[in-house]
């Protein structure tokens, strides 16, 4: 039996910002974002693409060349870049695409847009200075084990020193992906 | 060169792998390699890079500045932490404007960045400051009864214009200091490719599938171990090793060993104070070959 065919997701002139590329030509890491003449190498080294049907990294460059703001920040792919950095070594127009993708990353998260287990890791360190909240027994534990104290940071001058950085609000509040 | 160190930590060692801080630190005390602890470090800021670029500078900063203040460098188990470092330094000393912007945050607590010191990974101390020939003389008990594989992850090679370590296509370090305890490192096909935790959490899927395809072409090898230097990749393949052979039926039985368990083996030091008994996947088969291979 054939199956169903999907209707086809049509980009539609009203979706594209054509200021978007421009906002990301002044943010660090995106900078280069214009060079990329879509030679596909980023995806074709990507370990990741080779295992999702979704996540194509030249795609979503592509994407944030055409101003598809929206499109790009909602998406659930963004998320899913290991951050290897085979493609912004192996990138032949230098456009450092990891950091391209981490730029967009930030700016969903500060429309309130991120996974779970980043803003998990987020208040861990906020509370306690460590991406996981490590528990006291694994602390205790490291005497039996030969091993000096745990270094406690201090989660109190952290704070302090992130109150004028954009991230309490963003992992406090936020929502998941779509 | 230096051969005193602050030791940083970083979050998912202490938590999860302490087989590698343990192995770690008996490893660099027999090879001469001070450790001074330092109280007040934090997260060195890179899980905070895909939500805020700017929190994860300034958290980064905040280490080396407070390292710093002890005029000592720092030395990581994770190259995750290391990357970030030296990315952090070169970025924050050569732009000023972004480095006083950082210091107005550091500021608050009386901090401030000068990029007066360096952060290594571990690796990279071996073999800048001990020196593979120093590693040879010590060995006491060659492994050459064993052929393994190594695993040396992403962070510690690219992006290659921070790393400055190694060559990213072709890396050579990770091998060499494994030759130098006597044993066979074995090619493979895919070694720079990542071992998949970072998706983790995002899609298991994919991390796995990421880790399955690197010990089946271990496996093809005929490697008796993979050693790594990540704890990140370590918590990757001998945690879920298990979950992967259930999951798609497969027999893998790889032990996944940090490097410095097996320098350590080759330096004379007694299993028992490596750690080996927190490895999840048995790590017997090669215990027993090493004491049968030195009778």
Redesign the interface.
């Known amino acids: 039996m054939a199956e169903t065919e999907k209707p086809k997701d049509i980009i539609k002139a009203s979706e594209i910002d054509p200021k978007f590329k421009y906002e990301l030509l002044k943010m660090p890491g995106s900078e280069k974002i214009l060079r990329c003449f879509q030679c596909g190498t980023c995806t074709s080294d990507c370990p990741v693409a080779r295992f999702s049907d979704t996540y194509r990294p030249r795609t979503i460059i592509r994407m944030a060349q055409l101003g598809l703001r929206d499109r790009v920040l909602n998406s659930e792919t963004l998320w899913l870049c290991a951050a290897c950095f085979t493609c912004t070594d192996r990138c032949p127009q230098d456009v450092e695409v990891a950091s391209v993708i981490r730029v967009l990353r930030n700016l969903a998260a500060e429309k309130g847009i991120v996974p779970a287990v980043f803003k998990e890791q987020a208040n861990a360190i906020l509370n306690s200075g460590y991406a996981y909240n490590i528990p006291e027994l694994k602390i205790k534990k490291r005497e039996t084990q030969g091993l000096p104290p745990l270094p406690r940071g201090n989660p109190e001058s952290l704070r302090k020193t992130l109150k004028r950085i954009k991230l309490f609000d963003i992992v406090q509040k936020g929502s998941s992906p779509t | 060169m230096s051969n005193k160190y602050l030791i940083f930590?970083g979050?998912?060692i202490?938590?999860?792998v302490?087989s590698y801080?343990?192995s770690a630190?008996k490893v660099l005390d027999r090879l001469g390699i001070e450790l001074v602890?330092?109280?007040?470090?934090?997260?060195c800021g890179l899980?905070?890079?895909?939500?805020?670029?700017?929190?994860m500078l300034?958290?980064a900063a905040?280490n080396l500045a407070l390292a710093e203040q002890q005029g000592l460098p720092i030395l990581t188990l994770c190259p995750g932490c290391a990357g970030t470092f030296k990315k952090v330094n070169m970025l924050l000393k050569k732009d000023k404007a972004?480095r006083d912007m950082i210091n107005n945050?550091?500021k608050?607590?009386r901090?401030e960045f000068n990029g007066t010191v360096d952060a290594k990974h571990l690796l990279q101390v071996l073999k800048e400051d001990v020196g593979v020939e120093k590693i040879k003389t010590a060995v006491v008990k060659p492994l050459t009864m064993l052929k393994v594989a190594e695993h040396v992850g992403?962070?510690l090679l690219?992006?290659?214009e921070y790393s400055g370590f190694d060559d990213?296509?072709d890396p050579q370090v990770l091998k060499m200091l494994i030759e130098a305890t006597g044993a066979t490192c074995l090619d493979y096909i895919g070694e720079?490719?990542?071992c998949?935790?970072?998706?983790?959490?995002?899609?298991d899927?994919?991390?796995l599938?990421?880790a399955r395809e690197k010990l089946s072409h271990v496996k093809k090898v005929a490697a008796q171990a993979l050693v790594t230097i990540c704890g990140f990749c370590h918590i990757m393949f001998d945690t879920n090793e298990l979950r992967i052979e259930r999951m798609f039926n497969e027999t893998y039985g790889i032990p996944i060993l940090h490097y410095t368990q097996l320098l350590g083996l080759a330096l004379g030091i007694p299993a028992e104070e490596l750690?080996f008994n927190e490895l999840r996947v048995d790590p017997s088969k090669i215990l027993k070959a090493v004491d049968e291979g030195t009778e």
Do not use: W
């Not at chain 2, 602890?37 to 997260?43: D, I």
């Not at chain 2, 890079?49 to 700017?54: I, K, N, W």
């Not at chain 2, 998949?196 to 899609?203: C, D, E, M």
């Open positions: 930590l979050c998912a202490p938590y999860r302490s801080e343990i630190r602890e330092m109280p007040e470090f934090n997260c899980p905070l890079d895909p939500v805020s670029h700017d929190a300034v958290l905040r972004l945050h550091l608050e607590t901090l992403c962070h690219r992006p290659k990213p296509e720079t490719e990542c998949g935790a970072p998706s983790v959490g995002v899609s899927k994919v991390a599938q990421l750690a």
